[in-house]
């Protein structure tokens, strides 16, 4: 099931059009990944995020098994893409 965020339609829109796409493919399933606030549990589907507003962001994640945790802050900025 496919995380979902309730947002304004205008702003849904202008993020379509501005927004980064994070594509992360191949993850194992159960790896934890999060971004500023937000945590999920890799599933079998996960391929990434979208529509990921302009800025700075705090990305991590932890493998499941807990061996390996990364966390680094990226900086999006839609011109430079």
């Known amino acids: 099931m496919a995380?979902?965020?309730q947002i304004d339609q205008e702003i849904g829109?202008?993020?379509v059009?501005?927004?980064g796409t994070l594509l992360l493919l191949d993850?194992?399933?159960l790896t934890?990944?999060?971004i500023d606030t937000q945590m999920f549990s890799v599933g079998?589907?996960?391929m990434g995020l979208k529509m990921l507003p302009p800025g700075p962001h705090f990305v991590y994640y932890c493998?499941?098994?807990k061996t390996l945790c990364l966390m680094c802050v990226k900086f999006w900025q839609?011109?430079?893409e």
Request: net charge neutral.
């Open 3 to 5: 995380a979902t965020m």
């Open 27 to 29: 993850v194992p399933q």
């Open 44 to 46: 079998p589907n996960f």
């Open 63 to 65: 493998s499941s098994n």
């Open 78 to 80: 839609t011109i430079l």
């Open 17 to 19: 059009k501005t927004g």
């Open 13 to 15: 829109l202008e993020l």
């Open 32 to 34: 934890l990944f999060g």
